[in-house]
């Protein structure tokens, strides 16, 4: 499912399941795997960024280029993930959080710059 007002960009590969919601942007190249929840509000997920599956990205949240989000994660709103980063396996990052480092090990991280807190 796509919502209408979302705009994806060429190039770009989504899986089965998906959930597109409204106002949001998958700029060229990302790659979606399946029965992912893209949240509406203007999640933007930026070029070259590959989603594994079973994700939530939640509303706002920004996933600048090149970022990688393996399966069964949740990206809290308003999350910023800065370029070039890797989030592994069974990672919940909360609420308006900026990851600035990337994420090697499951568990719950939050804050600006993001830490683990479980």
């Given at each position: 499912?796509?919502?209408?007002?979302?705009?994806i960009?060429?190039?770009?590969s989504?899986?089965?399941?998906?959930?597109?919601?409204?106002n949001t942007?998958l700029?060229?190249?990302?790659?979606?795997?399946?029965?992912?929840?893209?949240?509406t509000g203007?999640?933007?997920?930026e070029h070259?960024?590959?989603?594994?599956?079973?994700n939530?990205?939640?509303?706002k949240?920004?996933l600048?280029?090149?970022?990688?989000?393996?399966?069964n994660?949740?990206?809290?709103?308003?999350?910023i993930?800065i370029?070039?980063l890797?989030?592994?396996d069974?990672?919940?990052?909360?609420?308006?959080?900026v990851?600035?480092r990337?994420?090697?090990?499951p568990g719950?991280y939050?804050?600006?710059?993001?830490i683990?807190?479980?």
């Amino acid at each position: 499912m796509v919502h209408s007002t979302s705009i994806i960009e060429k190039w770009t590969s989504l899986g089965q399941s998906n959930q597109i919601f409204a106002n949001t942007y998958l700029n060229s190249s990302v790659k979606i795997g399946n029965n992912n929840i893209i949240n509406t509000g203007g999640a933007t997920i930026e070029h070259e960024t590959c989603i594994g599956s079973h994700n939530h990205i939640s509303v706002k949240s920004v996933l600048c280029g090149r970022v990688c989000v393996g399966n069964n994660c949740f990206i809290g709103a308003g999350t910023i993930v800065i370029n070039n980063l890797n989030i592994c396996d069974n990672v919940t990052v909360g609420a308006g959080s900026v990851v600035t480092r990337n994420i090697d090990s499951p568990g719950t991280y939050a804050g600006n710059p993001a830490i683990k807190i479980k």
